[in-house]
T-cell receptor, first 114, second 114 residues
Framework: NAGVTQTPKFQVLKTGQSMTLQCAQDMNHEYMSWYRQDPGMGLRLIHYSVGAGITDQGEVPNGYNVSRSTTEDFPLRLLSAAPSQTSVYFC?????????????FGPGTRLLVL | GDSVTQMEGPVTLSEEAFLTINCTYTATGYPSLFWYVQYPGEGLQLLLKATKADDKGSNKGFEATYRKETTSFHLEKGSVQVSDSAVYFCALSDGTGGGNKLTFGTGTQLKVEL
């Protein structure tokens, strides 16, 4: 049971480039989400999904796209990277069974935009 | 909207010292409250939680009590160890987004020295 996995671990982009951050979970969780972590600001919700085919915006969605074609995968796309998107990105998942508020986090992707 | 306020860090303590990290919140209704911990280079892990007023969450020697009258959820540990060095995040869930959306505080870094 791998839990929540994220790739890549570290990425450097130039301004204007695009890329996809991958997130996968093997716990059959319905709920998945993306956060960014910035110094002094904690974690802020970018987008979330309550199930395959359903996504919604969080607190800071601008510049990011998501889709959820399967239960397992929830990729985050940066369409045109900007230096303001330099951050650490965490994917998380949880289930509506048991304790739905308990989220399981991936190890993070550190992104540097030059 | 919902918000969580934590004490500024870093907090530096000697091993076996008493730890308190303050957390207060603003939310509508009756949120669930959480403490997550992030060890260096890793994603966040749930440390403890409380889902209703006067509940006490506990784990690994850490405790926090849900105080509705003071809207607080302070984290305490009687005797810290070097291995407790990490960043601690207070968070709440107000039941929106299927009950899985979390609002985080900015995090408090704890450093424990011998």
């Amino acid at each position: 049971n791998a839990g929540v996995t994220q790739t890549p671990k570290f990425q450097v982009l130039k301004t204007g480039q695009s890329m996809t951050l991958q997130c996968a979970q093997d716990m059959n969780h319905e709920y998945m989400s993306w956060y960014r972590q910035d110094p002094g600001m904690g974690l802020r919700l970018i987008h979330y999904s309550v199930g395959a085919g359903i996504t919604d915006q969080g607190e800071v969605p601008n510049g990011y796209n998501v889709s959820r074609s399967t239960t397992e995968d929830f990729p985050l796309r940066l369409l045109s990277a900007a230096p303001s998107q330099t951050s650490v990105y965490f994917c998380a998942s949880s289930s509506y069974q048991g304790s739905p508020e308990t989220q399981y986090f991936g190890p993070g992707t550190r992104l540097l935009v030059l | 909207g919902d918000s969580v306020t934590q004490m500024e860090g870093p907090v530096t303590l000697s091993e076996e010292a008493f730890l308190t990290i303050n957390c207060t919140y603003t939310a509508t209704g009756y949120p669930s409250l959480f403490w997550y911990v992030q060890y260096p280079g890793e994603g966040l892990q749930l440390l403890l939680k409380a889902t209703k007023a006067d509940d006490k969450g506990s784990n690994k020697g850490f405790e926090a009590t849900y105080r509705k009258e003071t809207t607080s959820f302070h984290l305490e540990k009687g005797s810290v160890q070097v291995s407790d060095s990490a960043v601690y995040f207070c968070a709440l869930s107000d039941g929106t987004g299927g009950g899985n959306k979390l609002t985080f505080g900015t995090g408090t870094q704890l450093k424990v020295e011998l």
